[in-house]
């Protein structure tokens, strides 16, 4: 079992920045694939970025490319999400997500393929 808590969130102008981490615990990281997401009120869950173990390679969603960058420091069981540049429409519940590492680059965008998840950090930001 892995338990992940989420930190970071807030409140934020358009323009500005925040940084999210995850800390996974309850069993070791190694070779984990992560993964953020985010919920806007009435939408649905959507992909926002993920990382391999190696860290290697990096997804992201074409609305945050540019602006977010996922990172992880595998010997602090972290992931980090930097969100630089933050617009209104940024605005949702920010989950971490983590499972046993994929082989396929398309497995990363799916919340489906995920089986441990945090509780979620809002993060808002204001016109």
């Known amino acids: 079992q892995v338990q992940l808590d989420e930190s970071g969130g807030g409140l934020v102008q358009a323009g500005g920045s925040l940084r999210l981490s995850c800390a996974a615990s309850?069993?070791?990281?190694?070779?984990?694939?992560m993964g953020w997401f985010r919920q806007a009120p009435g939408k649905e869950r959507e992909f926002v970025a993920a990382?391999?173990?190696?860290?290697?390679?990096?997804f992201y969603a074409d609305s945050v490319k540019g602006r977010f960058t996922i990172s992880r420091d595998n010997a602090k069981n972290t992931v980090y999400l930097q969100m630089n540049n933050l617009k209104p429409e940024d605005t949702a519940v920010y989950y971490c997500?983590?499972?046993?590492?994929?082989?396929?680059?398309?497995?990363?965008?799916?919340?489906?393929?995920?089986?441990?998840w945090g509780q979620g950090t809002q993060v808002t930001v204001s016109s």
């Open positions: 997500a983590a499972n046993s590492e994929f082989y396929s680059s398309t497995t990363y965008y799916n919340s489906n393929n995920y089986a441990y």
């Open positions: 309850g069993r070791s990281f190694y070779r984990f694939a």
């Open positions: 990382d391999t173990w190696s860290g290697e390679t990096r």
